[in-house]
């Protein structure tokens, strides 16, 4: 594995709108992070009134565009101290919790704790109801029980924090720092 003078934090989001904003302006107020977009969440983004080609100007952003993700070997080569998946939809849980690999951020995910690397997991679905923010606005959404299942098992991994909040996510970087 390469090693890198001063490693970089990867940052990956995923096609949910919860927290989408606030975790969005954290990521521009961290130094050394590289972005990771599911394909999701390139097409979220604009919906959120987000520039993608704004986003790109600022910071690094890797798209899931290969059927290799090739951006996964950075994580061998030491670039990387740290993964923040947030926000994670249900979808990218699931995939993850079943070890299945097969978008860019579920691979990325898979590589880091292949190498050792720590996860922060900001899940969305977490509360049998909930308030979030959709295109239009707010909404009640009603977690299924197997996304709240799925959370429960995730937090078993190794190398994975599970946070279920904003300000847990922002502590638990507070502390991490």
């Known amino acids: 594995m390469g090693n890198y003078e001063k490693p970089r934090e990867a940052w990956a989001i995923t096609g949910s709108g919860h927290y989408l904003?606030?975790?969005?302006?954290?990521?521009?107020?961290?130094?050394?992070?590289d972005l990771?977009?599911?394909?999701?969440?390139?097409?979220?983004?604009?919906?959120?009134?987000?520039d993608l080609k704004s986003i790109r100007q600022q910071i690094t952003c890797?798209?899931?565009?290969?059927?290799?993700?090739?951006?996964?070997?950075?994580?061998?080569?030491?670039?990387?101290?740290?993964?923040?998946?947030?926000?994670?939809t249900s979808?990218?849980?699931?995939?993850?919790?079943?070890?299945?690999a097969d978008t860019l951020v579920t691979n990325i995910y898979a590589q880091a704790g292949k190498c050792r690397i720590p996860s922060i997991v900001f899940a969305c679905d977490t509360?049998?109801?909930?308030e979030t923010e959709a295109p239009g606005g707010m909404?009640?959404?009603y977690p299924r029980q197997v996304d709240l299942e799925n959370v429960k098992r995730l937090?078993?991994?190794e190398y994975t924090s599970v946070v279920t909040s904003?300000?847990?996510?922002?502590?638990?970087?507070?502390?991490?720092?």
């Open 155 to 157: 937090e078993d991994f």
């Open 36 to 50: 990771f977009l599911s394909k999701a969440a390139a097409e979220v983004l604009p919906m959120y009134d987000f």
């Open 139 to 141: 909404v009640m959404v």
């Open 62 to 88: 890797f798209r899931d565009t290969t059927a290799s993700a090739s951006p996964v070997g950075l994580f061998y080569q030491g670039r990387y101290r740290r993964l923040v998946i947030a926000p994670a």
């Open 91 to 100: 979808n990218t849980i699931a995939k993850m919790v079943w070890g299945i």
């Open 127 to 130: 509360e049998p109801e909930m």
């Open 166 to 177: 904003f300000a847990q996510l922002v502590a638990t970087l507070e502390e991490l720092d």
């Open 21 to 33: 904003k606030e975790c969005l302006e954290l990521v521009q107020q961290r130094p050394d992070v």
